[in-house]
């Protein structure tokens, strides 16, 4: 079982900036892909960005890119997703997600964190 705590988020000002972490219960490499998603209300969950054991990133073809970056931190089991540039439209729950070599889709989660941007 992989467990995976986020930590955080938080309300802040739009133009400003926040930088998630997500603490994984296992040796990252034996994970196949780290993500972070979000979901905001009334809309479906989507992929914000993405992370491959061998530290390939992927972003969403979203308002995110360019403004948000994935990285982690083998040492400490660790991976962070750093925003910048918040805007309103951007307040949602993110969500750190871990997919194990032996499935096709992201079949771990964390709670989630809040992300609220004030305009």
């Known amino acids: 079982q992989v467990q995976l705590v986020e930590s955080g988020g938080g309300l802040v000002q739009a133009g400003g900036s926040l930088r998630l972490s997500c603490a994984v219960s296992?040796?990252?490499?034996?994970?196949?892909?780290m993500g972070w998603y979000r979901q905001a209300p009334g809309k479906q969950r989507e992929l914000v960005a993405a992370i491959t054991s061998g530290g390939s990133t992927n972003y969403a073809d979203s308002a995110a890119k360019g403004r948000f970056t994935i990285s982690r931190d083998i040492a400490k089991n660790t991976v962070f997703l750093q925003m910048n540039s918040l805007k309103p439209e951007d307040t949602a729950v993110y969500f750190c997600?871990?997919?194990?070599?032996?499935?096709?889709?992201?079949?771990?989660w964390g709670q989630g964190t809040q992300v609220t941007v004030s305009s």
């Open positions: 997600a871990a997919q194990s070599w032996t499935s096709i889709r992201y079949d771990y």
């Open positions: 296992v040796n990252i490499f034996t994970i196949k892909s």
